[in-house]
């Protein structure tokens, strides 16, 4: 028995929101069920009867959700596992990291037991419910991104017509999670340490920012912006399962956004609280900022670059 183009776009796109271990099965059964009722409907016409049974199928994102009795809310199936397997790596990986690093600050500040554990534990509750509001609001609008994009669940009445092509599976779709993952903890690490001004100088205890003040003033909006951009286009490219030509486009915008400043910022010395660096060392305009603004450039270049090539693929 042999199926159609448009029938095994449909089973694809069902199957591939399933468990891996259901998949095989299920897309069998899909095969089975779609060509049989395509005979019994009008084996004469196979070509009409398949899309008047695929049309009667409905949605296949909304198919697949009835395999794995998961309601179609805030975050839906296409990017619900997602969201658990990168929610489970923050909460045990980098909030425990965090916590250590605020306890040490205490413990190094001398401020005693009782401060370091009252830290830990305002840490885990804040910043762990700062990683949790922050990548469900992130997820929920890739949802709402996908679904005006027709690449999430629609409201509109569903057709054949809407079925995409079969594509490979984007191997970089959990690269993708994390670098969105990364660029927003770089954004609000800039803005927390402008804010909370965690470091404390020796002697007189003052706290200062880390970065220096006077980007507030002018630089690091567009360095913001670029990150904010950076963000919202990762995740994209996990709802579109890949590069497409407009998103590589964007991302070059965002990049240049973000890393030009940057790059500018490092040249001129510019980037460290001087009084912070006065206080950590003696040199004061380390030669290793054009280094490292190099290094940036090289490093967006590569990104930008390799986002075309595999928009082109």
Known sequence: MSTSTLTERYVHEVVRRLPADQRDDIADELRTTIADTIEARDPARPEAAEREVLSEMGDPIRH????????????????YPTYIRLLVLLLTTVLPVITVVFVLLEVVDDNGLGAAVGAGVETVLTVGAQMVTVLTVLFAVAERVGHRKGTLIRTTDWTPDDLPETREPDKGGTGAVMTAVWYALLFGLIIWQEISEP????????????????????????????????????????VTHGWTSRLAILHAIAQALFVLPLAWILHQR?????????????????EVYTGVALIVLVASLVAVVKSFRAAGK
């Open 270 to 286: 510019q980037f460290f609280n001087p009084d912070f660096l006065a206080d950590v060392t003696d040199n004061t305009t380390p």
């Open 64 to 79: 697949a959700a009835r395999y794995t009795d998961r309601p179609l809310a805030l975050i839906g199936p296409d990017l």
């Open 199 to 238: 470091y404390r100088i020796d002697g007189t205890g003052e706290r200062i920012a880390v970065l220096d003040p006077d980007l507030w003033s002018g630089w690091i909006w567009p360095v913001l912006t670029g990150l904010a951009g950076l963000v919202v286009l990762a995740l994209a490219r996990v």
